[in-house]
C-alpha cells in the first residue's frame, strides 16, 4: 500500500509539467535532510525514508538521526529522497520529496589591497586615545544590565510552573509506549522533545501536568507513582511552556 502510494505520488509529480526545484549542495559535505513542516513536533509522527537516489540512479547510504535523515553525496549531479510521514495510528499523513544538486567545492581567494600609510598612522592614533568616558558609560551599562537581570530572576520565581517527568528515552517509539500507557491509566500524557548540546542528541521527555504550585505537583505525583510503581521527579517547565 505505501509502495501504491509513493508511485501516485511521483505520477502526480511528474503530471505537473514543472521540473522541481533543487537546492545546490557540496559534494562531499554532510546534507541533514528534514520535514519543515513538521519537525518542530516530530515526536507525535513517524519518519520513514527511502534511501536517496543520487546520478545514474544509483542508492547513496546515508544515517537516520531521530526526524533527520543525512547523506554526503560524493559525486556532482542530482539526488532525490523521498518521505512518507505517519501518525500514531500508522496513517499516512504525507508525502515528500527533497531534490538536491551536488556541485564541486569553490575556493575564492581574496587579494588585500595596500593600506595607505595616513590610514595606518590615523588607525594607530585612534587605538592610542585615552578611553575613560567609554569605560563610564560601559560601567553604567553593566550596572544597568545587572538590575535588569535581578529583576527578571525575581519574577521568574513567582510565576513558576512545575512538571511531572515520567521517563526521558532517546528513542521516541520507547516514549511513545510509556505515553500509551499512561493514557490508558486515564493521564493527560504528552511528550517533549528535549535538544541536549553535551552529546548533540535529542532526548524525548515522557511528561504529565503543568502545575502553578509545587505542593499540587508533588500529590499528584505521589498518586502517579502509586498507580505506575516508578519513580517520577519534578521538573520546572520553560516559560515557553506555561
Known amino acids: 500500500m505505501q509502495k501504491l502510494t509513493h508511485l501516485i505520488f511521483i505520477i502526480i509529480l511528474t503530471s505537473c509539467g514543472t521540473e522541481p526545484e533543487f537546492q545546490e549542495v557540496m559534494i562531499n559535505k554532510t546534507v541533514k535532510v528534514f520535514s519543515q513542516d513538521y ?9 520513514k525514508w527511502e534511501p536517496p537516489v ?69 588607525q ?12 563610564a558609560k560601559t560601567n553604567i551599562n553593566q550596572q544597568s544590565k545587572t538590575r535588569k537581570k535581578q529583576n527578571k530572576k525575581s519574577t521568574n520565581i513567582d510565576n513558576v510552573h512545575y512538571t511531572i517527568q515520567v521517563a526521558a528515552w532517546p528513542s521516541l517509539e520507547h516514549a511513545r509506549l510509556d505515553q500509551l500507557k499512561l493514557i490508558e491509566e486515564g493521564m493527560d500524557a504528552y511528550i517533549q522533545r528535549h535538544y541536549r548540546n553535551e552529546d548533540d542528541q535529542v532526548w524525548y521527555r515522557v511528561r504529565i501536568g503543568n502545575f502553578k504550585s509545587k505542593e499540587k505537583a508533588s500529590i499528584v ?22
Open 39 to 47: 519537525h518542530n513536533d516530530a515526536e507525535n509522527y513517524t519518519f
Open 54 to 122: 543520487g546520478p545514474s540512479k544509483m542508492v547513496v547510504p546515508f544515517d537516520l538521526k531521530n526526524d533527520m535523515l543525512i547523506f554526503s553525496p560524493k559525486l556532482e549531479g542530482d539526488y532525490q529522497i523521498h518521505l512518507s510521514i505517519t501518525d500514531i495510528s500508522d496513517e499516512v499523513i504525507a508525502e515528500e520529496m527533497f531534490y538536491y544538486r551536488a556541485i564541486a567545492e569553490t575556493i575564492e581567494v581574496a587579494i588585500a589591497k595596500p593600506i595607505p600609510e595616513e590610514d595606518i598612522t590615523k
Open 124 to 135: 594607530i592614533s585612534t587605538v592610542n586615545e585615552p578611553k575613560k568616558k567609554t569605560r
Open 221 to 242: 505525583q505521589k498518586q502517579i507513582e502509586s498507580i505506575t510503581h516508578a519513580e517520577t521527579w519534578l521538573d520546572i517547565l520553560p516559560s515557553g511552556q506555561k
